[in-house]
């Protein structure tokens, strides 16, 4: 197991990308960010990150879509998402798969809580993987 | 006695005449009206009169002519068989022309009794012709002195009483044509009765019997006034035939050869013929239709059924006219057709009605379909603008929350030190950002949720909820609030608050708003009180604070959005203008309302009040759920 959690932000703005890079840097995790799913595959399947942070509107393309297509190209379910939304007040994302393990947070967030949720959903993934 | 019926041994002269032509007259005159006014009662007792008239006269007639006293005392019996129901008839004929009939019908049979009892008495006793008289007329009747004259009493009895009855009703009568008449036959009977001088040679008097000229007076008069005006009653046949040319229709009876036997005057008017024209010609040829051609019409004897058909014809100014023409068969007694009728209802300006109910029904459907094809364009436009609003709104929300994101991000980072440390005022500068961040952050979120109400694009969800948890969920988490301002926070449930209908997430946020503002607006030691009652059909909420209150000028307006009564809260803490907006939009979503009462320096009570039970709503929108602002959801 890796000293550091990595964790694989995907987000089209290079704003969002930047301030997470910071934040979780900052609070421990390695980062690897990607801007759109083409990006997103290669290095999800290379990376192997402990947890997802995937925006939900990805460009023009619907996030949590993409990330389902992925899982049927053998991205392991097991790996945590973090979904990012906007529209969080307004437009739930599709609904959870059974079996996967998600966490919704809207945007703007609080940096405090999603890091101890990123920490929660690492702790949570070592202990069924052990 | 010689034979009665040898007519060459009696002995006719001069005198025998008139009382033999003023007979047969009157047997004309009452043949004519009981023929004309055929199943009449009062054409059948004129009749009756008349002939009793005529039996009279005709047995003078015999008795002047005849040959020995025998003879003459046979015709004197049979003359007067006549005369003793003279009265009789007299009487029956005005009491049936006045319509008195049933009122006086006792008296009527107890006269034919009378008469039937002299009728009797004249062919079994000589009480009433007791002989004949020898006058140089001739023979004449001789009366009985008792008999004679009680019949006598009786004939005058009668007479005078149908003279009265004339009377009364000419004087009561206010009817013009009916005064005429009565007039006429008052006059008429009046001078009939003096027919009675002929009583005169019967008791002995020399006198010659000249009764038969006021009977042809009557016969005169009569017949004039029968000319000018019925005498007798209204009867079937009379009614038909001026039922039948008053009828606006037209009516054509033609026979099973097709040949017009009868048409009503509505019909030579239309023809602008007369009778005779019409009656007689084809009745294919005076319709101009082959419909009613005679091979036509002979295939009509096999139906029963009314025939209907709708013909066209010119009238005199050459203008089509529409008739709806109803043909009925008339069958004798083994069911076969001997005429047909045909009754032809004009309905030109029905069709026409019609037809113009039809071309407006046809522009109106078509401008409804214009008008459609308009709204229809209207609606699209409407629609467009609708979705480009729609995706402004979520457009705006989402790249507004992005820079939003990275500003909170940032300044979180740089107030955690977590890029190094910062001095105290740098503190304070990026305190006063966070602020301003947060109040942004704030209004961004409360006018999406305007815009989306009022565009109709936000269609909540009811549930079930208990109420009282929803109060002690707010009150619970600004109890923290107000115990640090030091303001007492206090809920008071009246009564059992049980459940509501309504949107949790949007009441929490409303009564969240409610207390909130209370709470900004009340200083240090006072009071902030929840009391919430169940009615019968509605929930009552308050909200009682003891803070600064409201200007009176300023309540109508605090519903307003971006309205400030006050910029910032006792605490400063900055207002947005939007929260009771908001909460208005959301009381109105739940079919409630938000009412103020307040005074300036002494505080206010906002009183929700939201319907227990919500009208069932037709979703026409996605349901949209609003999750926690960093609320987790783990699937399993």
């Known amino acids: 197991m890796k000293d550091n959690a990595k964790i694989l932000v995907v987000d089209d703005e290079k704003s969002i990308q930047e301030l997470l890079r910071h934040t979780l840097s900052l609070s421990g995790f390695d980062v690897v960010t990607a801007a759109d799913d083409t990006e997103f595959r290669e290095k999800v399947f290379a990376e192997e990150p402990d947890v997802i942070i995937l925006d939900i509107m990805l460009g023009d393309k619907d996030g949590t879509e993409v990330y389902e297509a992925l899982v049927t190209e053998g991205l392991s379910r097991e790996i945590p998402v973090v979904f990012l939304s ?40 070592k202990g069924r993987l052990s | 006695m010689i034979d009665i ?7 006719f002269h001069g005198y025998c005449w008139p009382p033999l032509i003023v007979g047969i007259l009157l047997a004309f005159l009452g043949l004519t009206v009981m023929i004309r006014d055929r199943a ?4 059948l007792v004129f009749g009756l009169l008349t002939f009793t008239g005529t039996i009279w006269l005709l047995g003078d007639a015999a008795i002047f002519s005849s040959p020995d006293y025998e003879t003459a005392v046979f015709w004197a019996r049979v003359g007067n068989s006549g005369v003793v129901f003279i009265p009789n008839f007299l009487y029956l004929f005005a009491v049936v022309v006045l319509q008195r009939f049933y009122r006086y019908e006792r008296y009527i049979w107890t006269t034919f009794l009378i008469s039937f009892l002299f ?6 006793t000589d009480s009433v012709i007791s002989g004949a008289y020898r006058y140089p007329w001739g023979f004449y009747s001789k009366y009985g002195p008792f008999g004679g004259g009680l019949f006598a009493a009786y004939f005058f009895c009668l007479v005078f009483a149908g003279i009265q009855g004339y009377w009364v009703e000419y004087h009561r009568s206010t009817s013009v044509s009916r005064r005429w008449k009565l007039k006429r036959l008052l006059i008429a009977f009046s001078i009939a009765a003096l027919g009675a001088v002929d009583y005169f040679p019967a008791f002995g008097f020399p006198l010659y019997p000249f009764g038969y000229v006021p009977v042809a007076v009557f016969i005169v008069i009569i017949m004039q006034t029968i000319w000018r005006s019925r005498l007798v009653d209204i009867t079937p046949s009379f009614a038909a035939e001026h039922i039948m040319h008053a009828m606006g229709d037209l009516l054509l009876v033609w026979d099973r050869y097709g040949i017009v036997r009868l048409a ?30 005679p091979q036509r019409c002979e295939s009509m ?8 058909d709708e013909i066209t014809l010119k009238d005199s100014q050459g203008r089509n006219v529409v008739f709806n023409l109803s043909t009925s068969a008339i069958r004798d007694g083994n069911g076969e057709p001997l005429a047909f009728v045909s009754i032809g209802k004009d309905v030109t300006a029905y069709k026409q009605v019609v037809a113009a109910v039809r071309r407006a029904y046809t522009e109106m459907e078509q401008r409804v379909e214009d008008r459609t094809a308009e709204l229809r364009v209207v ?11 729609s995706n402004f709104i979520l457009a705006a929300s989402h790249e507004l929350r992005t820079p939003l994101t990275s500003i909170k991000g940032y300044i979180s980072l740089i107030l955690q030190e977590k890029v190094g440390a910062i001095t105290d005022q740098q503190r304070e500068f990026m305190s006063h950002v966070k602020t301003a961040t947060d109040r942004l952050q704030r209004l961004l979120s409360e006018l999406l949720s305007i815009s989306k109400i009022e565009s109709g694009q936000f269609v909540i969800k009811m549930e079930t909820v208990r109420v009282e948890d929803l109060l002690k969920e707010s009150a619970t988490i600004y109890k923290a609030e107000a115990d640090q301002k030091e303001i007492a926070l206090n809920l008071h449930v009246r009564n059992e608050l049980k459940t509501i209908e309504c949107n949790a997430d949007k009441i929490r946020e409303l009564l969240d708003n409610m207390i909130s503002n209370a709470l900004k607006y009340t200083p240090q030691g006072g009071r902030v009180d929840i009391w919430a009652e169940r009615g019968a059909e509605e929930l009552r909420i308050r909200v009682q604070d003891t803070g600064i209150g409201i200007k009176k000028e300023e309540q109508d307006k605090i519903f307003d959005p971006f309205h400030h009564v006050h910029k910032t809260g006792l605490a ?41 039970k919500q009208p069932s709503v037709v979703e026409e929108f996605p349901e949209i759920e609003v999750p926690k602002k960093a609320g987790e959801e783990e699937g399993k």
């Open chain 2, 572 to 612: 400063g803490e900055e207002s947005t203008g939007l929260g009771l907006a908001l909460s208005m939009k959301i009381a109105k979503l739940h079919h409630g309302n938000i009412e103020v009462e307040s005074e300036e320096g002494k505080g206010s009570v906002f009183t929700l009040t939201l319907p227990l």
């Open chain 2, 301 to 308: 004897t096999d139906k029963d059924s009314l025939r209907q």
């Open chain 2, 264 to 293: 009503n005057r509505a019909a030579w008017q239309f023809f602008e013929s007369s009778p005779s024209k019409i009656i007689g010609d084809s009745i294919e040829t005076l319709l101009k239709n082959p419909l009613f051609d």
């Open chain 2, 379 to 389: 609606n699209e436009r409407l629609q467009r603008l609708d979705e480009m609003k």
């Open chain 1, 86 to 125: 906007a529209l969080a007040q307004d437009r739930p994302p599709t609904p959870p798969q059974p079996g996967r393990r998600y966490a919704l947070v809207g945007k703007p967030f609080d940096s405090d809580e999603l890091v101890s949720k990123l920490h929660a959903l690492v702790h949570s993934r």
């Open chain 2, 40 to 43: 009449s009662i009062a054409s």
């Open chain 2, 5 to 11: 019926w040898d007519f060459h041994q009696y002995h």
């Open chain 2, 119 to 124: 009728f009797v008495s004249i062919w079994t």
